[in-house]
């Protein structure tokens, strides 16, 4: 079984980044395997103020409330597809 960053990177929507798990957008994007690790995740986004995307494999997205997740934090699945949009901050 392929892992998530591996089904992402393959999908061609998502770039590879030094920094992130990977880019969307030119946001960053930070892979959640599970809801255990959903708080890290967001605490990595805090860095660059919440805005960005979380992956999450599509069969998992019960798991997820995405309206309890930040206004700024959007999802994507393990395809690239866009499940929830992110705002994009102003600079």
């Keep these: 079984m392929n892992s998530l960053k591996d089904q992402l990177l393959n999908s061609g929507k998502v770039k590879t980044s030094e920094e992130w798990d990977a880019t969307y957008d030119e946001l960053p994007v930070v892979i959640v395997e599970d809801a255990a690790s959903l708080g890290q995740a967001l605490e990595k986004l805090d860095i660059v ?3 960005g995307y979380l992956a999450i494999w599509k ?8 309206k309890l997740l930040s206004k700024r934090c959007g999802v ?16």
């Design 59 to 66: 069969k998992n997205l019960f798991l997820f409330n995405t």
């Design 49 to 51: 103020g919440g805005f």
């Design 76 to 91: 994507i699945d393990e395809n690239g597809n866009l499940l929830k949009a992110a705002r994009i901050p102003k600079n």
